[in-house]
């Protein structure tokens, strides 16, 4: 019965068990609330701002080049990045936070406007 004892608590018996798993649940918990729900609010921001493009809506690449949206076929966009200069571009290149940051958050532009 000693030995049981002595093997027992050098074992750590079940509080440490408990007291690992409670561990191991609140890492997992933290992992969860600071890199894959942040990076899933991200995505589905994206998606949301993807489908809302239209033509004549000013964007920024995900390479840098500015331009204004001239036409919109499925996964291919046409934009005009100068004077008769046109680019096609994959829809996927079109990235939200540099327009945001070029743009302002929630601005568009329409053509209309910058002839005023």
């Known amino acids: 019965m000693l030995l049981f004892n002595v093997l027992f608590l050098q074992a750590g018996g079940p509080q440490s068990n408990m007291t690992s798993f409670v561990f191991i649940l609140a890492m997992f918990l933290v992992f969860w609330l600071f890199i894959i729900r ?10 949301t701002f993807m489908e809302s493009l239209q033509k004549g809506d000013e964007i920024v690449t995900s390479s840098g080049i500015l331009g204004r949206i001239t ?7 046409t934009i005009e990045v100068g004077g008769k200069v046109y680019l096609r571009i994959t829809r996927s290149s079109i990235s939200k936070e540099l327009t945001e940051s070029v743009h302002g958050a929630g601005k568009k532009t329409t053509p209309t406007s910058e002839a005023e």
């Not at 942040?38 to 998606?47: A, F, I, L, V, Y």
């Not at 036409?71 to 966009?77: G, N, P, R, T, Y």
């Open 38 to 47: 942040p990076q899933s609010k991200r995505q589905k921001e994206q998606k």
């Open 71 to 77: 036409k919109i076929e499925d996964s291919i966009i």
